[in-house]
């Protein structure tokens, strides 16, 4: 959502796009201005922005729940990068639940989308029903799965009833583990891309694929090179916001996990939760926050960048 | 055979309808209508069907969690798995409801998610409306603070938030689990961009009769905009709805539980009951399904207009 409006926001501020002020009326609305953003403001800064720069602050601090916090410079994050031993392995668990559910997610909500084309019967109501899970608790989802995956459930016994051999102990398992917590997340959360782009896809003017048959070109032809450009837009954004969104990945492996076994499955804003509320290190959580958080912009900015090699914003 | 001809006369209205909505001239309809029909000689049977089955297939999980929920312990596991056990335990849900209070728990979520959606309404129309219709000094900058915040992860905020309602003695409050989330900068940011598409000249002629900006927002504005008021409730009220981390850290006490939490607590205490386990979960899955099933058309609508993407 963010980078929606980190983008369009230049559009709106230029002189052209915001409200151009009636000509020969007063001065500005700046009593006006301030009666409409004064509750919203008053909000926004005791709970979004002042936090975000206590947070920062914090961060720089050894800050018990209960005790005087010291300011302790930059030992939070030595910590975290030298001596700690589940900070690394929470970061490379993250990077691999990334590298893993964003690609999964776009290509089979792509897939889908585009299979849920105008052809198929009701197709409001399958992309509809694949988007259910993103709405439901996650919480009900990941305990859903618990089910399915557990020795003798679902999977299991279908395994044993098909095959005659049991399938792997998947939240048992130190190598299983992770991608069973990448399974569910794509099953649950996959279906908001899919209604990005079948909207986008809708968008498509079909005079333009038409053409392309015309001079020859085959379906896929025709996916590739005219309607995926004119959906790069909506691509580019669902990638960002997927990304984003799944760097904080908690709830799943909380879940079904807990972290392990061992911490093959603990994320870095589950090691924020076991620092901050279960060993009541404040600001060492804060720490860990940020590091997310530079992760987070560092990539969303280099996405940024690179759009321009791909992204098509004129038809 | 119906079901197949039916399947071309649907195919035909709505191929009909892309040209007709996407077309606009009259040259491109044309070619549409060529097109179509060369395309449709492959019938969608069997792509349909294959979609059908990827469906269920996809939907294996939640009917699974309500055939397990109706099923005594003991029938939960068997091999082959079963469909049905030998018979429909509806009292699973009564003994959830008895385990824990997931009525009250309902009540809470309920509470919490419609008083967070209507501040989050009224705080963002208000900001919205000075930043899309009046003029004041550092209009674009505050704007752009307000955007800023909207890249930062809720996990940077969760830890010095947590130390605030501490401080206010907030923990297990009501509006410790309201608040914070209620002013985030997004509804702004949403209803703004809605508004800056409502034409001056409405306003201009409210004006010159004599409204004040509070009556040009309530009477003007904010009609024109439901649309996107409605998106931004419902998304408001699914997102309290599901909200897991921030409870889990603020709340420790049955009075203000909520659903997703109650659900972490019947795992944490139940583990083992996996029939009253799917209960609940299917408890706390139902109402927002049903809304998303009920409001199916305005949410897929809002999520082209708004972008509201991969969360």
New interface residues.
């Given amino acids: 959502m963010a980078l929606t409006g980190a983008v369009r926001v230049t559009d709106a501020t230029d002189p052209t796009a915001s409200p151009a002020p009636p000509r020969g009326t007063r001065r500005g609305d700046g009593r006006a201005a301030s009666a409409f953003l004064l509750p919203g403001a008053i909000g926004f800064v005791a709970f979004t922005a002042f936090p975000i720069v206590a947070s920062l602050v914090m961060s720089f601090f050894d800050w018990p729940v209960l005790g005087d916090p010291s300011f302790v410079g930059f030992q939070n994050f030595v910590e975290l990068f030298t001596t700690d031993p589940v900070f690394k392995t929470a970061l490379l668990n993250t990077a691999v639940f990334v590298l893993l559910y964003v690609p999964i997610n776009i290509v089979v909500s792509m897939g889908l989308a585009v299979w849920i084309s105008p052809r198929i019967i009701g197709r409001r109501y399958y992309r509809v029903l694949f988007f259910v899970p993103a709405v439901t608790p996650m919480v009900g989802n990941a305990v859903v799965f618990g089910l399915l995956y557990t020795p003798r459930g679902l999977i299991d016994s279908t395994f044993q009833t098909l095959f005659g051999v049991s399938a792997p102990n998947f939240l048992g398992s130190s190598s299983w583990a992770l991608p069973a917590v990448v399974l569910m997340s794509v099953w649950q959360g996959f279906g908001y891309n899919l209604l990005v782009f079948s909207a986008a896809l809708d968008a498509v003017p079909p005079s333009l694929t038409e053409a392309a048959a015309i001079d020859g070109a085959g379906p896929v032809r025709q996916f590739f090179s005219v309607v995926l450009p004119l959906m790069s837009p909506s691509l580019f954004f669902a990638t960002v916001l997927t990304l984003i969104s799944s760097f904080q990945v908690f709830v799943q492996p909380y879940i079904l996990t807990g972290g392990g076994p061992g911490n093959s499955t603990t994320t870095l804003v589950m090691y924020l939760y076991q620092s901050g509320f279960q060993n009541f290190r404040l600001g060492f959580a804060s720490a860990i926050a940020w590091v997310l958080f530079v992760i987070i912009m560092a990539l969303t900015a280099i996405q940024f960048l690179g759009q321009k090699k791909w992204v098509h914003y004129d038809q | 055979m119906t079901s197949e001809a039916?399947?071309s006369r649907?195919?035909a209205l709505?191929?009909s309808?892309?040209?007709g909505s996407?077309?606009g001239s009259a040259a491109?309809g044309g070619?549409?209508g060529?097109?179509t029909q060369r395309?449709?000689k492959g019938p969608?049977v069997v792509?349909?069907l294959l979609?059908t089955l990827?469906?269920l297939l996809?939907?294996?999980?939640?009917a699974?969690?309500v055939l397990?929920s109706l099923k005594s312990a003991g029938e939960?596991?068997?091999?082959?798995?079963k469909l049905f056990g030998e018979s429909l335990l509806f009292s699973n849900y009564s003994d959830a409801l008895d385990f824990l209070p997931f009525g009250r728990f309902m009540i809470n979520t309920a509470f919490v998610a419609v008083t967070g959606t209507v501040i989050t309404l009224?705080?963002?129309a208000?900001?919205a409306?000075?930043f899309?219709?009046?003029?004041?000094?550092g209009?674009?900058s505050?704007?752009?603070?307000?955007?800023g915040?909207?890249?930062?992860?809720?996990?940077?905020?969760?830890?010095?938030?947590?130390?605030?309602m501490?401080q206010l003695g907030w923990i297990n409050t009501f509006q410790a689990l309201i608040?914070?989330?209620?002013?985030?900068?997004?509804g702004?940011?949403l209803l703004?961009?809605f508004f800056?598409t409502i034409p001056?000249e409405l306003e201009?002629s409210a004006r010159i009769d004599g409204a004040g900006?509070w009556r040009i927002?309530t009477q003007i504005i904010v009609p024109i905009a439901a649309p996107a008021f409605a998106v931004l409730a419902v998304f408001t009220f699914?997102t309290y709805?599901?909200s897991?981390?921030w409870p889990?850290?603020v709340t420790n006490d049955v009075s203000t539980t909520t659903?997703?939490?109650g659900?972490?607590l019947f795992?944490g205490q139940n583990g083992q009951a996996?029939n009253l386990?799917?209960a609940a979960?299917t408890i706390?899955?139902a109402p927002?399904?049903l809304?998303?099933?009920l409001l199916?058309?305005y949410?897929?609508k809002g999520?082209?207009l708004?972008?509201?993407?991969?969360?």
């Fill in positions: 039916l399947g649907r195919d709505s191929a309808d892309t040209t996407a077309g491109a070619t549409g060529v097109v395309r449709r969608p792509s349909q979609l990827a469906l996809f939907l294996a999980p939640l699974w969690m397990s939960i596991f068997t091999t082959p798995p009224v705080t963002s208000l900001s409306y000075a899309a219709r009046l003029r004041f000094k209009r674009d505050l704007f752009l603070v307000y955007l915040t909207l890249m930062v992860p809720q996990e940077v905020v969760v830890v010095p938030m947590f130390l605030i501490n608040l914070p989330w209620a002013f985030t900068a997004f702004t940011f703004r961009q800056l001056k201009e900006h927002l699914i709805w599901n897991f981390l889990l850290i659903v997703p939490l659900l972490n795992l996996w386990l799917m979960a706390s899955m927002t399904a809304l998303v099933l199916q058309r949410l897929v999520i082209a708004s972008g509201l993407g991969g969360r």
